[in-house]
């Protein structure tokens, strides 16, 4: 009965989570991009800092009305929020946030494996909402998402390869078990492969081309109106907690502190995370979208090739110490 209700509370830490951190990360890109960008709107609405902006921001979608294209694939075009969000909660069940078994919604012997192919399923949800708007902007849209998919997926598993093979494990909690700061350096390079890769796959600024709305009006989603539209930036919020929660786990230790202070334990993960998410806001306000040439190259002729080369020096640091 006690492994039913900690199993049970663990879900529920989760779900709470799942809710809260990308409210977090959406309120904190309001005022980092405000302060940036010199946009007044997100300073002052509410009173005090702007507090009221996502308040306003969830009644507003909450009063749109829920439009359904008449030709559009109605079933198909319902559920793609629904497969594009879910999928980061089964992959925070999956991050560990602190040492022992504890602090994990669920151990996963294969936790890379799992967690790169369930965020490769919640990219279908873009292609859903495309597909079925029956709109030729909207499927241009997915299209280009298809594209950033094929094109950034191998570049990040292979990635997150060159750090299971020094860890010598493909579990998430084993990884952070034999992490060692000497790593930092041996493991940059992949740490920024695996980073980059995640946002074109999140399709974050400036790998922005589905959403472009100075092109295709804003890509798969243009025919989203209300809640259904609301889920989709949740889960774009959702993904950018999910990689950089990943990013902290693989390759900055998770919830090790420095010089041995492993002490805060889980505040460890929770303030690397939100470093890393804040670096997502920064490059969104500094760097311009890329054309859908850069992108492809970006991705194969330096992505790919640095990623193969962390593997090699991986396994030769490997060979090397045993």
Same mark, same amino acid.
């Given at each position: 009965?006690?492994?039913?209700?900690?199993?049970?509370?663990?879900?529920?830490?989760?779900?709470?989570?799942?809710?809260?951190?990308?409210?977090?990360?959406?309120?904190?890109?309001?005022?980092? *991009? !405000?302060?940036?960008?010199?946009?007044?709107?997100?300073?002052?609405? +509410? =009173?005090?800092?702007?507090? @009221? /902006? $996502?308040? #306003?921001?969830?009644?507003?979608?909450?009063?749109?009305?829920?439009?359904?294209?008449?030709?559009?694939?109605?079933?198909?075009?319902?559920?793609?929020?629904?497969?594009?969000?879910?999928?980061?909660?089964?992959?925070?069940?999956?991050?560990?946030?602190?040492?022992?078994?504890?602090?994990?919604?669920?151990?996963?012997?294969?936790?890379?494996?799992?967690?790169?192919?369930?965020?490769?399923?919640?990219?279908?949800?873009?292609? *859903? !909402?495309?597909?079925?708007?029956?709109?030729?902007?909207?499927?241009? +849209? =997915?299209?280009?998402?298809? @594209? /950033? $998919?094929? #094109?950034?997926?191998?570049?990040?598993?292979?990635?997150?390869?060159?750090?299971?093979?020094?860890?010598?494990?493909?579990?998430?909690?084993?990884?952070?078990?034999?992490?060692?700061?000497?790593?930092?350096?041996?493991?940059?390079?992949?740490?920024?492969?695996?980073?980059?890769?995640?946002?074109?796959?999140?399709?974050?600024?400036?790998?922005?081309?589905?959403?472009?709305?100075?092109?295709?009006?804003?890509?798969?989603?243009?025919?989203?109106?209300?809640?259904?539209?609301?889920?989709?930036?949740?889960?774009?919020?959702?993904?950018?907690?999910?990689?950089?929660?990943?990013?902290?786990?693989?390759?900055?230790?998770?919830?090790?502190?420095?010089?041995?202070?492993?002490?805060?334990?889980?505040?460890?993960?929770?303030?690397?995370?939100?470093?890393?998410?804040?670096?997502?806001?920064?490059?969104?306000?500094?760097?311009?979208?890329?054309?859908?040439?850069?992108?492809?190259?970006?991705?194969?002729?330096?992505?790919?090739?640095?990623?193969?080369?962390?593997?090699?020096?991986?396994?030769?640091?490997?060979?090397?110490?045993?």
């Amino acid at each position: 009965m006690n492994d039913v209700l900690d199993v049970a509370l663990r879900l529920v830490i989760v779900f709470v989570a799942f809710l809260v951190l990308p409210l977090v990360v959406g309120q904190t890109e309001h005022k980092v *991009m !405000a302060h940036m960008q010199g946009r007044l709107g997100p300073m002052y609405a +509410g =009173g005090f800092h702007g507090w @009221a /902006q $996502l308040v #306003a921001d969830g009644v507003k979608f909450a009063q749109k009305e829920d439009v359904v294209p008449a030709d559009a694939d109605r079933r198909v075009f319902q559920i793609a929020p629904a497969v594009a969000l879910l999928p980061y909660l089964l992959v925070l069940l999956a991050i560990p946030v602190g040492p022992g078994d504890g602090a994990v919604g669920q151990v996963i012997d294969a936790g890379i494996f799992f967690v790169l192919a369930v965020m490769g399923v919640g990219v279908l949800g873009a292609l *859903m !909402a495309g597909w079925a708007s029956a709109n030729k902007f909207s499927l241009l +849209g =997915g299209l280009r998402t298809a @594209a /950033q $998919l094929l #094109a950034y997926e191998l570049p990040m598993l292979l990635a997150a390869a060159s750090v299971a093979m020094a860890a010598g494990t493909v579990s998430l909690p084993g990884i952070l078990d034999a992490f060692e700061w000497w790593w930092l350096p041996w493991q940059i390079v992949g740490a920024v492969v695996f980073f980059v890769a995640g946002l074109a796959e999140l399709q974050r600024p400036p790998f922005d081309m589905p959403v472009a709305d100075s092109e295709i009006i804003f890509g798969a989603y243009t025919e989203y109106t209300g809640l259904r539209f609301a889920l989709f930036l949740l889960a774009e919020y959702a993904g950018i907690v999910v990689l950089c929660g990943l990013t902290t786990v693989l390759f900055l230790g998770g919830w090790h502190g420095p010089w041995g202070a492993d002490g805060l334990g889980w505040v460890w993960t929770l303030l690397k995370t939100a470093v890393l998410a804040f670096i997502v806001i920064w490059l969104r306000v500094t760097y311009p979208r890329l054309r859908e040439d850069q992108l492809q190259k970006l991705a194969w002729t330096t992505l790919v090739p640095l990623a193969l080369a962390q593997i090699a020096l991986t396994g030769i640091v490997k060979v090397a110490i045993n």
